[in-house]
């Protein structure tokens, strides 16, 4: 079983549309994350949940919306689509604040 | 802030040879944690080792080890006996808690180093 998975896997759309990511965790973590990894294989945080309460949420367009309806999801919806959002997106969670994540396979997102 | 430095871009080794990957990291921090996190071409990140700061004992996994020097602030990864699965980017990453917004463990990774294993 899928420890960390979301959906979809590729996701190809164009400018100006609003798109969601999903993701569900079955591990019974306390925390979930959405991480950007640009096209230099960079990841950077972009937003953290615990118990489906935002607690880190980095310097990030406001287009960029996270919705946690229960503490094994945090999906993540983006408005008005620019190239720049052209980037693999991955989800993660953690049993703790300070425990080792676990990624899902990543969504990878080509705006047009 | 804190940062994560990977100084080695890309590197590669022999089938069977050892390897080590470099790791710096920058804090003032005294209470963290460490990671080795390996993603292949199927992009999936999978954690390869962990090592608590407060611990002084290298973290050790099969053929996976670390060497932490807490002072010097470095922690490299060290592959024995390399496989072409380990044929992959290797992120080092740095977990302490972020005083921002409602303050939490935030993760911190370094550039990544590319890591070719020739048969």
């Known amino acids: 079983d899928t420890a960390v998975s979301q959906t979809p896997k590729y996701l190809v759309t164009q400018m100006g549309n609003d798109k969601s990511i999903k993701c569900e965790q079955n591990?019974?973590?306390?925390?979930m994350y959405w991480y950007k990894q640009d096209s230099k294989k960079f990841l950077k945080i972009m937003f953290s949940?615990?118990?489906?309460?935002?607690?880190i949420n980095e310097t990030v367009p406001n287009r960029f919306s996270p919705k946690s309806p229960d503490k094994a999801h945090l999906n993540l919806h983006i408005n008005s689509l620019e190239l720049g959002d052209s980037a693999v997106y991955f989800c993660?969670?953690?049993?703790?604040?300070?425990?080792?994540?676990?990624f899902g396979n990543g969504t990878r997102l080509t705006v047009t | 802030a804190q940062t994560v430095t990977q100084s080695q871009p890309e590197m590669s080794v022999q089938e069977a040879e050892t390897v080590t990957l470099s790791c710096t990291y920058d804090t003032s921090e005294n209470n963290y944690y460490l990671f080795w996190y390996k993603q292949p071409p199927s992009r999936q990140m999978i954690l390869v080792i962990r090592?608590?700061?407060?611990?002084?004992q290298n973290a050790t996994e099969n053929r996976f080890s670390v060497n932490f020097q807490k002072a010097a602030k470095s922690f490299s990864l060290k592959i024995s006996d390399s496989q072409l699965g380990d044929t992959a980017m290797y992120f080092c990453a740095f977990m302490a808690f972020s005083y921002s917004g409602a303050g939490s463990y935030q993760l911190t990774f370094g550039k990544g180093t590319k890591l070719s294993v020739i048969p």
């Open positions: 591990l019974g973590h306390d925390t």
């Open positions: 993660a969670s953690s049993r703790t604040y300070n425990s080792p994540l676990h």
């Open positions: 090592q608590e700061a407060y611990k002084q």
């Open positions: 949940y615990n118990n489906k309460e935002l607690i």
